[in-house]
């Protein structure tokens, strides 16, 4: 069992900058693929970004890909979100997932057992 606390979400002009973070408490959280997905009002939620465990692998979304960057540091628990020239088409309930499996990389809901509760970011045009 892994618990996720996202945090840093806010308002934010087109062209800025956020960093979210995602806290973890419970079992080891080295064991677990992270991943950042969203939701945007009226649409489904959809893939953002992955890491691998160690931290040396990230896969991106073509939406967000040159723009965003996923890291991690296991020593604090922490999985972050960097977020930059940011549009408002970015507008969405941002939500960290953690995944058990080895399968790389995992994009879909399915693939994750953990989630967070989400956090807001909104980007004003």
């Known amino acids: 069992q892994v618990q996720l606390v996202e945090s840093g979400g806010g308002l934010v002009q087109a062209g800025g900058s956020l960093r979210l973070s995602c806290a973890a408490s419970g079992r080891t959280f080295s064991s677990y693929l992270m991943g950042w997905f969203r939701q945007a009002p009226g649409k489904e939620r959809e893939f953002a970004a992955v890491i691998n465990r160690s931290g040396s692998s990230t896969y991106y979304s073509d939406s967000v890909k040159g723009r965003f960057t996923i890291s991690r540091d296991n020593a604090k628990n922490t999985m972050y979100l960097q977020m930059n020239s940011l549009k408002p088409e970015d507008t969405a309930v941002y939500y960290c997932?953690?995944?058990?499996?080895?399968?790389?990389?995992?994009?879909?809901?399915?693939?994750?057992?953990?989630w967070g509760q989400g956090t807001q970011v909104t980007v004003s045009s």
């Open positions: 997932a953690a995944d058990i499996s080895s399968r790389w990389p995992p994009l879909v809901e399915h693939e994750y057992d953990y």
